[in-house]
């Protein structure tokens, strides 16, 4: 790799594609635009925001040829580093002003969107034409992209019937480290258009889940299906997580259920404690819009109004099941076959109030971000074989009882998100809370008026590195039993895993597609 040219002059060039206004490099931007929502790294050369695939490869041109790392960014939701430069001087691409719906396409069964659309900006714009893409976004929706979501891969809404954000893309347009462009699928073709994902090899799948290592996803194609009006809530609890997993890991394997997930006893404190009925109240107007009518929409918004929250208060491990289906009949039939997977593996069903305020309200604010009192939070996953997920339960409640000790003493809370993603896999993601200052992202991700209430605490440098002691050996853990994860970013063992041969190709195409190792350097270890 030569070595790069004064920054000066590339800061001229890409402020000649841009515009001056849209190439930042004042030190507050080039902090905040340098760190996620777990980590912090050397501050950005520039940060620059293309507007149009032609203003992005321009940018990738100019930054790659003067010898600069250039790194993507998309809602900056993320907590593995994905975005974080590993190297000074590094040149940010924030994608926000790439985020228009460009094609809506009914006949054809498609959507095309820039990368940098939000996931509630893609459901708000399909949401009257009764259609919708199989996969539709993460919790964190309302920031998070497409384009974010395709490199990192994501999973939730119409993950357990669709599995994660991948499965659900057909083609796409890619800047490559020189600034070329090309494309995938059906729309690689010079008369075609991007109906289809397979015609030859699967060069829309190279693209996704490489965390920004490949290139740069411009242009997105995602398939549509109908809107399924039909839906059935139902909610459980369990006094084991065993029992949990089992029942969760059967609802999965029968694919009865469009989102399937659920919390251990800490991690549903933390969210009741961060939330409040008012918040619930305030919620009922998703609930009752989603009901279909004036009668039904009362009566919805009256049964969680009712609930209210006491009846968390004797519930343990809690299961969350969305049913969707084309017309109540089938829906309901679902909702009986989970009922009696619930009795079989000794669950009992509780109120519906969770899983109908959260599809209600599917891009709600990202205050769970941070703990309840302005805690630190962070995750660490793995997606799992269902004959695995036990086991691996099992094995980080053994770390967890291995590092009691220090848990204790820096005050740090452990809990569990499960998932289920299609009907083969199963996603299991500990979290972590613990006092410490927040950063520049929380701040301007949270909602104010949250924000102020948050007790907030100073920097602590040392619980931060004991929870990362901690995550470590948990990943170690889940590499052990070839568990494989989303958002792979720079921290989870990806290189590291991979067989030999596998590697081997793997490092040849980045090679032939960023020869000088400048698209977003040290991403899957790369």
């Given at each position: ?12 060039q890409?402020?000649?594609?841009l ?58 939701m ?20 790439m ?79 020189d ?10 073709q ?6 289809f ?23 997105i ?26 029942a969760m ?53 009256a ?9 968390m ?33 000794n669950?009992?069903?509780i ?22 009192e ?63 200052e ?6 301007k ?46 921290s ?23 020869p ?11």
């Amino acid at each position: 790799m030569s070595m790069p040219q004064p920054s000066s002059g590339l800061l001229e060039q890409l402020s000649g594609c841009l515009g001056q206004e849209h190439v930042l490099t004042d030190d507050y931007s080039c902090a905040f635009y340098a760190q996620d929502v777990y980590s912090q790294g050397t501050p950005a050369l520039a940060v620059a925001r293309p507007g149009s695939t032609a203003e992005l490869s321009a940018v990738v041109r100019a930054c790659t040829a003067a010898g600069y790392a250039v790194i993507p960014r998309g809602g900056g939701m993320s907590y593995t580093s994905g975005y974080v430069p590993a190297e000074p001087d590094s040149v940010v691409v924030d994608t926000s002003r790439m985020s228009r719906v460009l094609e809506i396409n009914a006949e054809d069964m498609y959507v095309t969107v820039e990368c940098g659309c939000t996931w509630q900006a893609l459901h708000e714009a399909l949401a009257d034409t009764g259609l919708r893409t199989p996969y539709w976004g993460t919790l964190s929706g309302r920031y998070a992209t497409v384009g974010g979501g395709l490199s990192q891969n994501a999973i939730f809404w119409g993950s357990g019937q669709f599995g994660s954000a991948a499965d659900s893309v057909i083609g796409l347009e890619v800047v490559l480290a020189d600034g070329s462009v090309v494309r995938t699928g059906s729309g690689a073709q010079v008369n075609g258009s991007p109906f289809f994902r397979h015609y030859g090899p699967d060069l829309t799948g190279l693209f996704t889940c490489d965390s920004g290592a490949l290139g740069f996803k411009a242009v997105i194609t995602l398939r549509l299906i109908p809107q399924l009006p039909a839906k059935e809530y139902l909610a459980m609890d369990f006094k084991s997580g065993a029992d949990a997993l089992a029942a969760m890991s059967e609802i999965g394997r029968k694919g009865l259920a469009m989102e399937c997930f659920g919390f251990d006893p800490y991690l549903q404190s933390q969210r009741m404690k961060r939330e409040s009925l008012a918040a619930d109240v305030k919620s009922l107007t998703g609930v009752m819009k989603s009901s279909g009518s004036v009668f039904g929409a009362l009566k919805e918004g009256a049964k969680v109004a009712f609930a209210g929250r006491r009846y968390m208060n004797e519930v343990d491990f809690s299961i969350q099941v969305i049913v969707e289906e084309r017309c109540p009949e089938a829906a309901q039939l679902m909702a009986r076959q989970v009922r009696d997977i619930i009795a079989r593996h000794n669950g009992r069903e509780i109120e519906n109030s969770i899983p109908k305020i959260v599809r209600a309200n599917p891009f709600g604010p990202v205050n769970n971000m941070v703990g309840p009192e302005g805690e630190r939070w962070v995750p660490v996953h793995a997606l799992l074989p269902h004959s695995k997920v036990i086991a691996a339960f099992a094995g980080v409640e053994a770390i967890k009882e291995r590092h009691a000790a220090l848990i204790e003493e820096h005050g740090i809370g452990m809990g569990y998100l499960f998932a289920t993603v299609s009907t083969n896999c199963f996603a299991l993601e500990p979290v972590f809370f613990w006092p410490d200052e927040l950063n520049e992202l929380h701040r301007k991700s949270i909602t104010p008026d949250h924000l102020k209430r948050l007790k907030g605490f100073p920097a602590n440098e040392a619980s931060r590195a004991a929870v990362a002691t901690i995550r470590q050996d948990i990943i170690e853990l889940f590499t052990g039993m070839g568990g494989v994860h989303l958002q792979i970013g720079k921290s989870y063992r990806y290189r590291e895993g991979l067989d030999a041969n596998t590697l081997k190709l793997i490092s040849s195409i980045k090679e032939l597609v960023d020869p000088q190792n400048r698209v977003n350097p040290g991403s899957l270890g790369l």
